[in-house]
């Protein structure tokens, strides 16, 4: 079993992300920006990370591409696409870079949905949620690309229930 963390905008959290990370058995793990925390910060050591608007370390790339296991990743903290607007512009940059998973934040709203070939996935926010009282972080997993959960977990470690999500790529 594969299994993706995702989480975003912790804004300066740190005891948070050491917490998420030693949690669980993981192989890889994404932070979509607005740490608000040196690029090299230990808390971020692991962790494939994006510019959010509230980082100010120029060292973080706008996006990344990266592949695990049969699925390819985009990542990128979202204010560059709008993605408060909607999602089209995130899904088409995607699209160029042949990426099935989208991973971003900027809005604070947890979720996750399966558009065509692309699964989008916002974590919502380990620090200052947005439309629900949890401050959460999602944890996707799969054996097979054609059967993938996408599940939301508190900072504390509750899976959050009605959010989780299955997709098929």
Same mark, same amino acid.
């Given at each position: 079993? #594969?299994?993706? =963390?995702? =989480?975003?905008?912790?804004?300066?959290? #740190?005891?948070?992300?050491?917490?998420?990370? *030693?949690?669980?058995?993981?192989e890889l793990m994404i932070h979509c920006g607005d740490s608000e925390l040196e690029m090299d910060a230990k808390e971020l050591v692991g962790f494939y990370k994006v510019a959010g608007n509230c980082d100010y370390d120029v060292r973080y790339p706008n996006e990344q591409t990266i592949e695990l296991d049969g699925v390819t990743f985009y990542i990128t903290h979202g204010h560059l696409h709008n993605?408060? &607007?909607?999602?089209? $512009?995130?899904?088409? /940059?995607? %699209? *160029? @870079?042949?990426?099935?998973?989208?991973?971003? $934040?900027? #809005?604070h709203i947890a979720g996750a949905e399966q558009v065509g070939m692309q699964l989008l996935i916002n974590p919502g926010s380990i620090r200052l949620p /947005?439309? /629900?009282? @949890?401050?959460?972080?999602?944890?996707? @997993?799969? %054996?097979?690309?054609?059967?993938? #959960?996408?599940?939301?977990?508190? +900072?504390?470690?509750?899976? +959050?229930?009605?959010?989780?999500? &299955?997709?098929?790529?």
């Open positions: 079993m #594969t299994k993706v =963390l995702i =989480l975003s905008d912790s804004h300066g959290l #740190t005891d948070e992300l050491t917490v998420i990370k *030693e949690r669980h058995q993981l993605v408060k &607007q909607n999602l089209l $512009g995130i899904s088409h /940059r995607a %699209e *160029e @870079e042949k990426a099935q998973v989208i991973c971003f $934040g900027h #809005t /947005r439309n /629900r009282a @949890e401050k959460t972080y999602a944890i996707m @997993e799969w %054996e097979n690309p054609s059967a993938i #959960t996408v599940d939301f977990y508190t +900072v504390t470690g509750k899976k +959050v229930e009605g959010l989780t999500t &299955q997709a098929s790529l």
